[in-house]
Nanobody, 116 residues
Framework: QVQLVESGGGLVQPGGSLRLSCAAS????????MGWYRRTPGKERELVAR???????NYADSVRGRFAISRDNAKKVVYLQMNSLQPEDTAVYYC??????????WGQGTQVTVSS
C-alpha cells in the first residue's frame, strides 16, 4: 500500500513557476514508476511527466522543456518543477505511483491556477 499527498499548488501569474511535491508513504516506493497527471474540467486526465524506477523520464509534448520531474527515493518525495507556466496549464495535478494494475495509487490532487 502506498499513500500519496501532493502539495505546492496555488495561483501563479503567466510566466511564473511552481514546484509541486508528492510525499509517499509505504514500502519500496523506489520500485515504483512515479508520475504527475493533470485534469481540467471536461477533459480526460493526461500524463504530464513520469519517472521510472530505473531513472528514465518522459514528458507530455506540451510541457517538455518547461517542466521537470525529479525524485528523492530516500525521502520518498517526487517533485514537479513547473516553469514558464501558461493559462492552459491550469488543472488539478495528481501524483501517481504505479508498479502493476494491482499496485496503482493516486493522491488527492492539488489545484494549479495560472492567471493574471
Amino acid at each position: 500500500q502506498v499513500q500519496l499527498v501532493e502539495s505546492g499548488g496555488g495561483l501563479v501569474q503567466p510566466g511564473g513557476s511552481l514546484r509541486l511535491s508528492c510525499a509517499a508513504s509505504g514500502s519500496a516506493v523506489r520500485l515504483y514508476t512515479m508520475g504527475w497527471y493533470r485534469r481540467t474540467p471536461g477533459k480526460e486526465r493526461e500524463l504530464v511527466a513520469r519517472s521510472t524506477s530505473g531513472g528514465s523520464t518522459n514528458y507530455a509534448d506540451s510541457v517538455r522543456g518547461r517542466f521537470a520531474i525529479s525524485r528523492d527515493n530516500a525521502k520518498k518525495v517526487v517533485y514537479l518543477q513547473m516553469n514558464s507556466l501558461q493559462p492552459e496549464d491550469t488543472a488539478v495535478y495528481y501524483c501517481n505511483a504505479f508498479q502493476s494494475s494491482l499496485r496503482d495509487y493516486w493522491g488527492q490532487g492539488t489545484q494549479v491556477t495560472v492567471s493574471s
